[in-house]
């Protein structure tokens, strides 16, 4: 696993997203819907669209059939959506991000080397009024080795 953290300041976001309710590792089903509804609207425009997954639950707390998240891509603000796709703005602010090259097994592994070890030895807290994701940065099917390069946001503040 390549990793590397830093904290930075990150913009507000405006997304489009499908809620998904379930393990984590399920959200790829969300994902793909996303985009097969964004296609043909057009909203798909690489680099400008950015493909994210926000987490609302902790897997620690809830039980995994539970966990609650929204498979997210970033749209105009006043795109109308339709069925189950809604939309919300995601806070920016202060985030501990973690670039990471990992294959699809070790996003557990990389979320825990964030919150779990480079937050506290950094002299950081977790900021759980504002929504955790990541952000994806490739499509791991053109990737050489097929790793996920992600941008993992965890927001944060100061003890």
């Not at 309710?21 to 969300?30: M, N, R, T």
């Not at 891509?73 to 990992?102: N, Q, R």
């Amino acid at each position: 696993m390549e990793f590397k953290a830093e904290v930075k300041e990150l913009p507000e976001r405006f997304v489009a997203c499908i809620r998904h309710v379930g393990p984590y590792p399920e959200i790829v089903e969300a994902i793909e819907r996303i985009f097969q509804w964004a296609g043909p609207k057009g909203l798909i425009q690489f680099p400008k669209t950015q493909c994210l997954a926000v987490y609302h639950d902790s897997p620690e707390e809830v039980d995994a059939s539970k966990l609650r998240s929204d498979a997210c891509l970033t749209v105009p603000e006043g795109t109308e959506v339709d069925g189950d796709v809604k939309t919300m703005k995601i806070p920016g602010g202060l985030f501990a991000v973690a670039h990471v090259e990992i294959d699809a097994t070790e996003y557990g592994e990389a979320w825990d080397k964030l919150v779990g070890e480079w937050m506290p030895e950094n002299g950081y807290e977790p900021d759980c009024e504002r929504m955790c994701y990541e952000l994806y940065l490739n499509d791991p099917e053109q990737h050489p080795e097929k790793k996920h390069i992600v941008d993992i946001c965890e927001p944060v503040r100061k003890p």
